[in-house]
């Protein structure tokens, strides 16, 4: 029981709602026709959305932790800092490594499932999009993150790829309204990443002088360079 609990600590799952309003403003959509939708693509498209959103979260505590920016936060709140896990060793990097490929594994697998079952080439690409969000954002090179893009991966994420995805997957083609309706969510979770990001700036800030200490300036103070 305790396991479960670390798990739960660590792939952060009070923010899935994030993942979930978007799901269900897309599932809305879908029975705006006839207000038939399979049960089986639903869940289908549940499987990836929760997928992807964890392997997100914890490829996004892994690499912070890696760069340090978690470790040297000392303002860290359930919005910023990750999820402590590994800077309270609850997990070790290597059980996180496995439960991301474990993540995407299952997510890969109900993307493809869906394709088969009516959501053809577009959800898949859509799918496979929002994977390389989640993925980019954290991970080098590019590391959007700790850029001015972050935040709007965020939003593309959330909104456009998320609310399209579901009502592709669930119908089968692409949605104009569905694009409309997904940009205010998209817009919202990005400010809310935004305000709340404030703290994990300075921390990189901090970091890339300690490593330019290191690196450009041995001549400066031994107790600037030892933190």
Avoid at 126 to 138: D, E, I, P, V
Avoid at 141 to 155: D, H, N, Q, S, W
């Amino acid at each position: 029981m305790r396991q479960l609990t670390i798990w739960g600590k660590a792939l952060r799952l009070r923010f899935f709602s994030a993942s979930l309003l978007p799901l269900f403003l897309g599932t809305v959509i879908s029975g705006g026709g006839d207000g038939i939708i399979s049960s089986g693509a639903w869940l289908l498209v549940l499987g990836v959305v929760l997928s992807a959103h964890g392997a997100s979260n914890l490829l996004n505590d892994l690499y912070d932790d890696l760069y340090g920016t978690d470790r040297i936060n000392q303002h860290y709140s359930p919005f910023n800092g990750g999820s402590r896990v590994l800077q309270e060793e609850l997990i070790s990097r290597s059980a996180m490594k496995r439960a991301i490929r474990l993540c995407y594994a299952v997510g890969t697998i109900c993307l493809l499932l869906l394709s088969k079952l009516g959501g053809g080439w577009g959800v898949l690409l859509l799918g496979l999009a929002g994977f390389g969000c989640g993925y980019f954002y954290s991970v080098p090179p590019f590391r959007l993150a700790g850029t001015a893009c972050g935040e709007l991966l965020v939003g593309l994420a959330f909104g456009p790829l998320l609310v399209l995805g579901t009502t592709t997957g669930l119908t089968g083609v692409f949605s104009k309204e569905a694009v409309l309706v997904s940009l205010p969510v998209g817009a919202l979770i990005a400010a809310v990443i935004l305000i709340n990001e404030f703290p994990v700036k300075i921390n990189l800030l901090f970091v890339c002088l300690y490593l330019f200490s290191f690196q450009s300036a041995p001549s400066l103070p031994y107790f600037f360079k030892k933190g």
